[in-house]
């Protein structure tokens, strides 16, 4: 059993910046990719971004590439979100995900693990 909690959601202005944070806990695995999707109201749950288990490999959808940068440390099996020039298109649940593969995708299917998920929430 593996345990994913986010945090760091908020209300933003349009432009400013917000950082997520996910801290996994219970069995993890070194080998594990992990990825950020995000869910607006009445919408599909959608890829964000993604990031291999050593973190050498970063993955991300055109709606947010130039503007989300995604990270992690593995001595503190952590992932983070660091979400810039943030747009009222942005405002979602944002949750992150595991899946016991190097590698990541863009399929929420695809993932094993979730956590309960953060509300970003960007104004005007």
């Known amino acids: 059993q593996v345990q994913l909690v986010e945090s760091g959601g908020g209300l933003v202005q349009a432009g400013g910046s917000l950082r997520l944070s996910c801290a996994a806990s219970?069995?993890?695995?070194?080998?594990?990719?992990m990825g950020w999707f995000r869910q607006a109201p009445g919408k599909e749950r959608e890829f964000v971004a993604g990031?291999?288990?050593?973190?050498?490999?970063?993955d991300y959808a055109d709606s947010v590439k130039g503007r989300f940068s995604i990270s992690r440390n593995n001595v503190k099996n952590t992932v983070y979100l660091q979400m810039n020039n943030l747009k009222p298109e942005d405002t979602a649940v944002y949750y992150c995900?595991?899946?016991?593969?190097?590698?990541?995708?863009?399929?929420?299917?695809?993932?094993?693990?979730w956590g309960q998920g953060t509300q970003v929430t960007v104004s005007s």
């Open positions: 995900a595991t899946r016991k593969v190097p590698g990541p995708t863009r399929g929420p299917g695809e993932y094993d693990y």
């Open positions: 219970g069995r993890t695995f070194s080998v594990s990719a």
């Open positions: 990031i291999d288990w050593s973190g050498g490999y970063r």
